[in-house]
């Protein structure tokens, strides 16, 4: 395109650059699932002395690291019995039964329930932070049933038994629990909410050498009848995997063209100021889109986002100003 001089190629360039900033709000919220952080009332409830029930708003979480976590780390043996009936269909895709993570990122082991099948994330060598990729077993639950899940980690090998059958051996890199790290007990959601479990669970226990602690037990996890929602939404530094990689070079490849038209859709000539004007319109947008993630279902923001942006928009000013420089010629 060239250097527009026109206010008729200043008001198309315009509406390249609103065009170019409604993809951006797109694909920023899509699918707009409205989700912002307020008090919220609790939806764990205790049906019978030994039972506990999830709604769509969830917080049952130990109050800090358990107790026995530390004896885990040592690389001693783990034992998770769990007993739960699941409400079908399920609220959210791949929701947490139980879980033992720092935050959304950083994952010691999760029990998820995919429709009928189990997933289990577990944090060990040659697994990310989040203990992906998961394990798999199909058709662990069914509607109206109370399903019995063992999880074994014992002398380097991982076992899951269901109603008693064995479903999963795997053998795990030496050193496994080692790489465990801080993290909070968490029931019938994430640690810090955002993807609910429905159904009852009437045992939760964990055991190890030292420890055995049933969390469905009265005083066990603290169960606030209302809460803060305010679910993890900022994505770590450095970037947890290859696609948030990725997503950062979209995000800077996406603010050039946004920091080149806010340039030219100024009046002409472009100049050094009015490149510097343009970035400060442009880093607003960027703000206004990684703010507005705070608002929405499963959207996540970064630092990294903000300055990749940043950077996006002042090279496409800088081009902008160039080749202004060169057409003034």
Request: with cysteine; charged share 20%; proline share 9%.
């Amino acid at each position: 395109m060239p250097v527009p001089r026109t206010r008729r190629h200043r008001r198309l360039v315009g509406w390249l650059l609103a065009g170019l900033v409604a993809v951006l709000v797109v694909t920023a919220y899509a699918p707009f699932r409205w989700d912002p952080p307020r008090p919220v009332t609790n939806g764990v409830d205790r049906t019978a002395p030994h039972v506990l029930t999830f709604g769509d708003r969830n917080a049952a979480r130990s109050a800090g690291a358990p107790a026995w976590l530390d004896e885990v780390r040592k690389g001693r043996r783990l034992q998770i019995d769990l007993e739960a009936k699941p409400r079908f269909p399920q609220l959210h895709h791949r929701a947490p039964v139980m879980m033992v993570a720092d935050d959304f990122w950083n994952t010691n082991v999760a029990v998820v329930q995919d429709g009928t099948g189990l997933m289990l994330w577990l944090r060990r060598v040659g697994a990310n932070d989040n203990g992906d990729p998961p394990f798999y077993v199909a058709d662990a639950f069914r509607p109206g049933h109370w399903t019995a899940v063992h999880v074994i980690v014992q002398h380097d090998r991982l076992i899951v038994r269901v109603d008693g059958a064995t479903r999963l051996s795997e053998p795990l890199p030496a050193g496994s629990l080692r790489t465990w790290t801080e993290g909070t007990l968490a029931l019938g959601d994430e640690v810090r909410g955002g993807r609910a479990w429905q159904g009852a669970i009437r045992r939760a226990e964990v055991r190890t050498p030292g420890h055995a602690v049933d969390y469905v037990q009265p005083g066990a996890l603290e169960v606030p009848q209302r809460y803060l929602y305010l679910p993890d939404r900022v994505v770590p530094f450095p970037p947890p995997s290859r696609l948030e990689w990725l997503i950062l070079l979209l995000h800077f490849l996406s603010f050039v063209p946004l920091g080149l038209l806010a340039t030219w859709a100024q009046r002409p000539p472009p100049r050094a100021l009015g490149g510097v004007r343009a970035m400060l319109v442009v880093c607003g947008i960027a703000v206004a889109l990684a703010a507005g993630k705070f608002l929405f279902a499963d959207r996540h923001t970064a630092v990294a986002d903000l300055v990749v942006q940043f950077a996006g928009a002042a090279l496409g000013a800088l081009v902008a100003y160039r080749l202004g420089e060169r057409s003034a010629r």
